[in-house]
T-cell receptor, first 109, second 114 residues
């Protein structure tokens, strides 16, 4: 079983719509959860961190964590063309982060 | 991006060459990491240094040799690499603690082995 799993395939959303990204993880002892955005040819950029169950909002981004279901999600409201990127889910435990493969988001003007 | 810097940004080397990648962080962190990113694969953790001590070596071949002289600098020494080692090599830093904290990445070194 992979440590961190993200839905495969690009996600196309119209400009102004909500993009929803999901991530599941296998280690129940994980304590910290992050979303990174990576533009093509660039390095990952931290956009959200969440440590406890529930929702955390930062601007147009909302992270949701459910430790019982081992599930973390990212919502991007009012999607903009500049949100077109690959989004990486990362889960922290045992002094390291485990990353998913990433989800490509394409915002269509 | 200026919080963590990496040099060089691009590197082309033959299989018999020896080269080094350099990383420097200006964030006051005490943990540093090397990752490898290949196409269509998740980020792979290579090495972790916490308080200048290597705490993890993730089954990386010996042709990759890390060095952490202080909490702000991290090197990756490369020798006799293989073409499959071509990838983006990323350095990151964070505060060290029981819970893994936010890691901040440098811009990466795009390595091509010919």
């Amino acid at each position: 079983q992979k440590e961190v799993e993200q839905n495969s395939g690009p996600l196309s959303v119209p400009e102004g719509a909500i993009a929803s990204l999901n991530c599941t993880y296998s280690d129940r002892g994980s304590q910290s959860f992050f979303w990174y955005r990576q533009y093509s040819g660039k390095s990952p950029e931290l956009i959200m961190s969440i440590y406890s169950n529930g929702d955390k909002e930062d601007g147009r981004f909302t992270a949701q964590l459910n430790k019982a279901s081992q599930y973390v999600s990212l919502l991007i409201r009012d999607s903009q063309p500049s949100d077109s990127a690959t989004y990486l889910c990362a889960v922290g435990g045992n002094n390291r982060l485990a990353f998913g493969k990433g989800n490509q988001v394409v915002v269509i003007p | 991006e200026t919080g963590v810097t990496q040099t060089p940004r691009h590197l082309v080397m033959g299989m018999t060459n020896k080269k080094s990648l350099k990383c420097e962080q200006h964030l006051g962190h005490n943990a540093m990491y090397w990752y490898k990113q290949s196409a269509k694969k998740p980020l792979e953790l290579m090495f972790v240094y916490s308080l200048e001590e290597r705490v993890e070596n993730n089954s990386v071949p010996s042709r990759f040799s890390p060095e952490c002289p202080n909490s702000s600098h991290l090197f990756l020494h490369l020798h006799t690499l293989q073409p499959e080692d071509s990838a983006l090599y990323l350095c990151a830093s964070s505060f060290s603690g029981r819970a893994v904290g936010e890691q901040y990445f440098g811009p990466g070194t795009r390595l091509t082995v010919t």
